[in-house]
């Protein structure tokens, strides 16, 4: 994994490098917004993006607080079964809110049961609290990003740079100080366990904002824009091209971070361990 580790950061580049060159030059330019309209390569796959780090940050949090016990575990994995499952059959036999595509919900029932199952394959129980930390920081920064270009393009369209009464963009930023919380929690606490089982509670607490978020422009009237990516609004398909080159560039800047922040991680709590057992002798 070492030796193809730089071979997959000088890809990435690449893939940055092409896909802001599609984003600012070859996408076709929207005949209501104009160029600015270009950030949505760049704000909406960053949201996405940070959905899917907190998602993972959920799905530790509920591993490590149940795979302690063998029975709290097994049950857990027929509860995740059974979700997914209803979330996908729900979304052909509910009415949905309008534009939004059965087939969009469906697929995201399928995977968060293989996003769940994946993580507890390749990660140990005390691992996925170091996964854990390390999803809510990267997290973090792509969160940053939504919260950063949201108001760059916010004020030529609606000529302000927020609107303080609208629940997504409030929702939003509560989610990122849940999760900066989330982090500051964990350097108050000494004791690995203690910060691990608390931080967990607290992980699958904070997630809960997470649909909020996502579902705010579904369920109440707010200035923010509804989607127009797998919805049945669509998106012109040079547009859809670009943006899903986007979100993989994106996607793959992801994993180089939490690879290379995994092992930090790791280290030092292999550090903090020696230095409590240098400690008690």
Known sequence: MKRTLPIFAVLTAALLSYSLYEALVLAPTDQLQGDVYRIIYYHVPSAWTAFLLFGINFVCSIQYLVRGNPRSDRLTNWIVIGVGVVIAVAAYLVTLPKGMLPSAVATTGFLIVGLYFLVKKLFSHQAVDVLAVVSAEVGVV?????????????????????????????????LWLLYVAFLILRTMIDDADRRALVSAFFGVFTFLDVPLVYGSIWWWRTQHPQPVVFTSAGLDPTMRKVFYLSWLSLTCLMALLIRQRYELESSREELRTLEQELEAT
């Open 142 to 174: 792509f969160c940053t990003v939504v919260l950063v270009t949201g108001p760059l393009w916010a004020r030529p369209v609606w000529g302000i740079w927020w609107a303080s009464g609208d629940i997504r963009l409030t929702s939003t930023l509560v």
